[in-house]
Nanobody, 126 residues
Framework: QVQLVESGGGLVQAGGSLRLSCAAS????????MGWFRQAPGKEREFVSA????????IYADSVKGRFTISRDNAKNTLCLQMNSLKPEDTAVYYC???????????????????WGQGTQVTVSS
């Protein structure tokens, strides 16, 4: 059973930074693409960023490009999201997701991911 546990959320002022982490367990982490999604109150879940199984390919939503950086440490089974220059519109619950397909390049589509964490709240005050 794959388990994903996010951490690192919190309250930050606009312009500040946060680093989210996702600890994965239950299978060989390095063989699977990973992603970050977020959901703000009253809105649908939206794509933030994804990374291929090898780490050689990354995708970002236009809204976070240049501000957020996704990374993975396969030795520690950890996925990270460094978030800089945060804006109030970044406020949301952030979810870590893992694909169910080995050697996948990653995708901005939520249905391409089979496993999800419980989420971590990020609040950016103006």
């Amino acid at each position: 059973q794959v388990q994903l546990v996010e951490s690192g959320g919190g309250l930050v002022q606009a312009g500040g930074s946060l680093r989210l982490s996702c600890a994965a367990s239950g299978r060989t982490f390095r063989n699977y693409a990973m992603g970050w999604f977020r959901q703000a109150p009253g809105k649908e879940r939206e794509f933030v960023s994804a990374m291929s199984w090898s780490g050689g390919s990354t995708i970002y939503a236009d809204s976070v490009k240049g501000r957020f950086t996704i990374s993975r440490d396969n030795a520690k089974n950890t996925l990270c999201l460094q978030m800089n220059s945060l804006k109030p519109e970044d406020t949301a619950v952030y979810y870590c997701a893992a694909s169910g397909t080995r050697y996948y390049r990653g995708s901005p589509l939520a249905h391409e991911y089979d496993y999800w964490g419980q989420g971590t709240q990020v609040t950016v005050s103006s």
